[in-house]
């Protein structure tokens, strides 16, 4: 069935380095690939997103990567500030508008 | 913020009870997912809406049921609640068939059932 695996479940940098998550999907029809960030007692709010047509895509302090062939995407945050503490997610989709499917999450915590 | 919004922010119940959970999409939005987050996991998609129709659902039984208004909001519905039923329960409305169709999340509702 559908399926994504994120590593690590948790992740602790030190301000100012570097964090990397990464993610594997099953189905091979996914075309989308939304990052998540929660903070708590909130919903999760799109930080960044890639189609499958893309192999890379940056935002300031944020960047994508993805390996259609490997099935394997990856989110790095350069930078870190105490602000990026969260629990970022990982998704997959056959389109921005059709069920997510969602990696278990990683929690990430920014060390001063 | 997103402009989502969802009703109650926190809802106990007992196990054999229903609840009904309402969102509010974006201005705009036509469509409405549901998804259902158990604590320290990922949100897994219980169905969508569109058009007053359901356009998909994930694997939850039958007691899990929703509904669209005219309006775009939604409802989801859980009958003869579950101890395992305990979560946050989440809807992400967007604009199917536009350009820009990513979908938005609320904050949720927390159900607890004891």
């Known amino acids: 069935g559908e399926n994504v695996e994120q590593h690590p479940s948790t992740l602790s940098v030190q301000e100012g380095d570097s964090a990397v998550i990464k993610c594997t999907y099953s189905d091979s029809a996914s075309n989308y690939f939304p990052w998540y960030k929660q903070e708590l007692g909130k919903g999760p709010q799109l930080i960044i997103d890639?189609?499958?047509?893309?192999g890379e895509k940056k935002d300031q302090r944020i960047a994508v990567t993805l390996n259609k062939t490997a099935k394997h995407f990856s989110l790095h945050i350069t930078e870190t500030q105490p602000e990026d503490s969260a629990v970022y997610f990982c998704a997959a989709s056959r389109n921005r508008d059709d069920k997510i499917i969602f990696g278990k999450g990683t929690r990430l915590h920014i060390l001063p | 913020e997103t402009g989502v919004t969802q009703s109650p922010t926190h809802l106990i119940k007992t196990r054999g009870q229903q609840v009904t959970l309402r969102c509010s999409s974006q201005s705009g939005h036509n469509t409405v997912s549901w998804y259902q987050q158990a604590l320290g996991q990922g949100p897994q998609f219980i169905f969508q809406?569109?058009?007053?129709?359901?356009?998909g659902r994930g694997n939850f039984p039958p007691r899990f049921s929703g509904l669209q208004f005219p309006n775009y909001s939604s409802e989801l519905n859980v009958n003869a609640l579950e101890l395992d039923d305990s979560a946050l329960y989440l809807c992400a409305s967007s604009r199917r068939g536009g350009n820009h169709n990513e979908q938005f999340f609320g904050p949720g509702t927390r159900l607890t059932v004891l």
């Open positions: 809406y569109y058009r007053e129709e359901e356009n």
């Open positions: 890639i189609r499958s047509n893309v």
